[in-house]
């Protein structure tokens, strides 16, 4: 930004060049755009933007670019890792008004949505014609197709459909200089580069996702849902390759409490747990099909298997949705578990058959350190990820969130893994990040925004410096 620059030129700028409306600035700006979800510092922007049409957007990109003012993108604002921090002399460009559903494909099976749809609105609109998108999360009301896609989500269904990424057939992207990388509706396309997939996890820091082709694949008609009494994580593996080798189709989720976790939610949760005592681990799993009949009998037979030979201790399968959604209730109540402790959130990843070994070397090296600590381990580990919440509250005082990471994120090297499996980096993880990419990635994602953006005026200080 120039020395002699002068918001209110820049926001005359912005005014006449836009639609009335568009620009707010003072007062007229919602607290709700300081921050994101993780609460990472509430910083007041100098304006928020709300473009209606991709030409706006890529308007007020122009003008920032020329100002060298930054812009941070913002979407439903669910981020967990402070990617959307504003910058108290920077802009918010919001998507939450580019929200319509486009147009639907059948043929195609494929939905082309404005980046500010929410999750939610497409599950919705795709539910009308027994289809839904491959990916799907708990804010599905609020967060919003753009910040998945700029975030990579993952979620729920991963271990069926891969993550955001595999889900997206083309994006329309704004560049910080105001040109439009446009998007083709081609499922292939050996073009060269393809410069969609680099927006994909960007964060926001090199353009402005404006609109997306994504895939849409079949809703099955019915979903089967059991809670595992399982001895160990060894056992979780063996059952995990069990289902994956006799229902590798029908496969839709299979999540791990370890007894940390299914204890807190004991304590704080009203939610049965359907046995007693709580095992040392429980696993959720879910299939999914067309015929309820077969699909009830191939889930009893390989759970029969699973019983015989000893790898399952006790099984429950719900008889109703109401029994599989209370189940899933067990895993899903995360954000109220937060609100009875500090949390420090990890959503780390490593090989599916480490992850075992993995959690007891965190449990040692948080135990070395803090002997009288609190965590709670779950996650979708069909994916190979592991989450983990540290109650700060049973640290010694002064204790900061960067020392309970840097003890974790150690650990994450001798395990070839990752510090973010599907949050993200943002600002809380970006000391890490050489934790699990090294100087020549590192340096290559360097080299791709300073071309993109040699201003450095989208999203900076957000997963790099
Ligand atoms: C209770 C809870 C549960 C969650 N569960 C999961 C889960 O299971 N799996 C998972 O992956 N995540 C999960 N999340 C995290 C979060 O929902 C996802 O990261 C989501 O993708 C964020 O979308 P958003 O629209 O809210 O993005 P925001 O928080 O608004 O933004 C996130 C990032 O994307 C950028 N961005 C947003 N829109 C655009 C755009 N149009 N163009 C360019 N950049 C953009 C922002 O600048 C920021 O860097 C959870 C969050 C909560 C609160």
């Not at 308007?59 to 402070?82: D, Q």
């Not at 060894?234 to 940390?260: C, H, K, S, Y």
């Amino acid at each position: 930004m120039p020395t002699d620059f002068s918001p209110d030129a820049f926001l005359e700028s912005l005014r006449k060049a836009l639609p009335p409306g568009t620009v707010l600035a003072g007062s007229d700006i919602q607290a709700h755009h300081h921050a994101d979800w993780s609460g990472t510092g509430a910083i007041a922007p100098l304006a928020v933007l709300r473009p209606g049409t991709t030409e706006e957007i890529a308007t007020t990109l122009r003008i920032c670019n020329t100002y060298g003012v930054a812009v941070v993108p913002h979407g439903g604002l669910t981020g967990l890792s402070g990617a959307a921090q504003p910058l108290a002399n920077g802009i918010v460009l919001s998507l939450s008004r580019f929200n319509r559903i486009e147009q639907l494909d059948l043929a195609a099976s494929t939905v082309t949505v404005q980046a500010g749809a929410t999750l939610q609105t497409v599950q919705d609109a795709l539910a009308e014609h027994r289809l839904q998108f491959g990916v799907d999360l708990e804010p599905r009301g609020t967060c919003q197709i753009g910040g998945l896609i700029a975030c990579n989500a993952g979620g729920l269904n991963v271990i069926q459909h891969g993550t955001t990424r595999a889900q997206v057939i083309s994006l329309e992207c704004v560049l910080p200089s105001g040109e439009i990388l446009p998007m083709r509706a081609l499922p292939k396309n050996s073009t060269g580069y393809d410069l969609a997939q680099l927006f994909i996890g960007s964060e926001g820091t090199l353009g402005v996702i404006a609109r997306a082709i994504l895939k849409a694949v079949p809703a099955p008609s019915f979903r089967k849902t059991a809670l595992l009494v399982l001895s160990g994580f060894d056992d979780a593996l063996r059952v995990l390759t069990l289902l994956r080798g006799r229902l590798p189709r029908q496969i839709a989720a299979f999540e791990i409490m370890w007894n940390d976790f299914l204890g807190a939610v004991k304590r704080w949760i009203p939610v049965p747990i359907p046995f007693d005592p709580i095992p040392p681990v429980a696993a959720l799993i879910e299939i999914v099909g067309d015929d309820d009949e077969v699909l009830q009998q191939a889930l009893e037979e390989a759970l029969g298997e699973g019983i015989e030979r000893g790898w399952i201790d006790d099984a429950v399968i719900a008889a109703s949705l109401a029994q599989a959604a209370q189940l899933w209730r067990l895993r899903d109540c995360v954000a109220d578990l937060h609100s009875h402790m500090k949390p420090v959130n990890f959503d780390l990843s490593v090989p599916i058959p480490c992850i075992g070994v993995f959690r007891s070397a965190l449990e040692k090296a948080l135990t070395a350190r803090w002997p009288e600590h609190r965590a709670y381990y779950f996650g979708h580990i069909g994916d190979g990820n592991l989450h983990i919440i540290v109650d700060a509250t049973t640290l010694p005082a002064g204790t900061t969130p960067y020392d309970v990471e840097a003890t974790i994120f150690a650990e994450v090297p001798a395990f070839a893994g990752s510090i973010s499996a599907e949050h993200g980096i943002g600002t809380l993880k970006k000391p890490f990040l050489s934790a699990c990419r090294n100087a020549a990635e590192i340096d290559a994602m360097r080299a791709i925004k300073r071309a993109l953006d040699p201003n450095n005026i989208m999203n900076p200080g957000k997963i790099f410096d």
